[in-house]
């Protein structure tokens, strides 16, 4: 299992910028604090359902270079 997780590490690292999607501006244009929440609670996890639905979108997730275990993913 490490293996083939170094061998996509390199996949991954070997993949040119251009092919990358500019996550900053994703964020900027997608993740928004809904102020009209009054409960901060449901503000705060409405923030991070948002920032995982652009995750998501994108395929991006969470994958240590490492080949160590991610716990929860």
């Known amino acids: 299992m490490r ?3 170094v061998e996509v590490g390199k996949i991954i690292a070997s993949v040119k910028n251009s092919d990358v999607p500019d996550i900053d501006r994703e964020m900027r ?3 928004r604090m809904g102020l009209s929440e009054s409960d901060v609670s449901e503000r705060v996890i409405q923030h ?5 639905d652009v995750i998501e979108k994108h395929s991006l997730s969470l ?4 080949g160590s275990n991610y716990a929860g993913y």
Not at 48 to 52: D, E, G, T, V
Not at 63 to 66: F, R
């Open 29 to 31: 244009e997608h993740l």
């Open 63 to 66: 994958v240590p270079m490492d």
């Open 48 to 52: 991070f359902n948002r920032c995982h």
């Open 3 to 5: 293996h083939i997780l």
